[in-house]
């Protein structure tokens, strides 16, 4: 049975204040389908079925996932400021506990972080991981504010590799979407930018020499990241900002991380194939968002033992479970 490592939980009053907060515009679909709108382009939806859990775990059965790992999508906490985004990641992230502690051998909850306030991110590291059971936590690709890479965080990744905690990366909007008005390209194509910005500025800035021993997943197969693998190992020979912090190729850094299958196309997941391995791929759906089942890794051309390992082994062994 199947272990997906990328989907995503869905909390009404989460949502009810996010729509007050940014003051979105909300769209009716005939599909039935609710849009959430931000200067022209869809920042959430939902549609009824999202928050009906029965639902869910069904169509988990239907499609052969045994466990599946929640964490809060787009835009996160991250709208929100100061203690009421502290509020606001306990509140989303007891109400996923909650959830996980009603069926426990089929959901994992990854921690929303307050991440505007570091001391406040480990200290709900701490709780999330032991008051609330949950086994990693979920960080935006960027959280509104300084570039994750900035010294101020430094702390946060220290305590995230002492403890070993996996890490979801998630994609957030780009800080500018200015020059993506139309055909929904923040979510089609800004939040593909994102990921990738966020892997290079980690990478290039020693997050990962400093510290290796936590598990790094980048969403939607890392965006572009491993496509650029050489353009950053070339970067890495021409300049020396951008050697200043490693002292390794980029891709060697690269390599090491892990990536969900969520790019779904089998061009792009065996290019991933290629460039890391099986060893660091997991399975994702994007559900209830894109809700994939498992026919994008079945249907590659390659050995039952790499299927296994991507759709299960490697992501039991990183959650510690049997």
Known sequence: MTIDIHGHFVDPHYLDELQRVMRLE?????????????????????RPDMFDMDHRLRDMDAKGIATRVLSVSTPGVY??????QVAMARHVNDMLAKDCRTHPDRFIGFASLPLH??????????????????????????????????????????????????????????????????????LRVGLIFDTTLVAARLIYGGVFERYPNFPYILAHTGGATILLFERLDNGFRLFPDCRKYISKLPSEYGKRLYY??????????????????????????????IGADTKHVDRLTIAQSDKAQILR?????MLALN
């Open 260 to 289: 969900d299958t969520c790019a779904f196309g089998e061009q792009a997941l065996m290019l991933a194939l290629g460039a890391v391995g099986a060893s660091q791929l997991l399975f994702g759906s994007d559900d209830p968002f």
């Open 79 to 84: 709208p929100w400021s100061g203690d009421a």
């Open 26 to 46: 909300v769209e009716k679909t005939a599909d039935g389908k609710t849009l959430m709108r931000h200067n022209g382009y869809t920042l959430a939806w939902t």
């Open 313 to 317: 082994g490697n992501a039991a062994r």
């Open 117 to 186: 306030d570091v001391e406040a991110s480990l200290a709900e590291i701490d709780r999330a991981t032991g008051e609330l059971g949950m086994k990693g936590v979920a960080i935006g690709s960027n959280i509104g504010g300084p570039p994750l890479n900035d010294a101020r965080f430094e702390p946060l990744w220290a305590k995230l590799d002492a403890m070993r905690l996996p890490v979801f990366e998630h994609p957030m909007f780009p800080r500018d979407t200015s020059e993506m008005g139309e055909f929904e390209l923040p």
